[in-house]
Nanobody, 124 residues
Framework: QVQLVESGGGLVQAGGSLRLSCAASERTFSYYGMGWFRQAPGKEREFVAAISRRGSSTYYADSVKGRFTISRDNAKNTVYLQMNSLKPEDTAVYYC?????????????????WGQGTQVTVSS
């Protein structure tokens, strides 16, 4: 069972940037499709971005397209989420997730393993 640990969250002003990291415990990290989701208070968990096993394919929610970039380094068992031009509505707990089927799932049910989350707060 893969364990995921997110880091890099924090408080940033609108227009600023943050880079989230998600470190995986397994050397088979490259077998997993990876995704980022977020959940704001009182709202459902929503898809943010996904990346294929080798990083050749990515997919983004419309709300973050052009501002966020997902990437991965399989040698370091790590997936990243670079977030630029942050807005107050990006405020949420951000979770990374692993899909053992290696796909670009858009829904939480597509992912078998989850990290504990990292808080991102964007002030106006």
């Amino acid at each position: 069972q893969v364990q995921l640990v997110e880091s890099g969250g924090g408080l940033v002003q609108a227009g600023g940037s943050l880079r989230l990291s998600c470190a995986a415990s397994e050397r088979t990290f490259s077998y997993y499709g990876m995704g980022w989701f977020r959940q704001a208070p009182g709202k459902e968990r929503e898809f943010v971005a996904a990346i294929s096993r080798r990083g050749s394919s990515t997919y983004y929610a419309d709300s973050v397209k052009g501002r966020f970039t997902i990437s991965r380094d399989n040698a370091k068992n790590t997936v990243y989420l670079q977030m630029n031009s942050l807005k107050p509505e990006d405020t949420a707990v951000y979770y990374c997730a692993a899909d053992p089927n290696g796909g670009l799932g858009l829904f939480p049910v597509n992912y078998a393993y989850w990290g504990q989350g990292t808080q991102v707060t964007v002030s106006s």
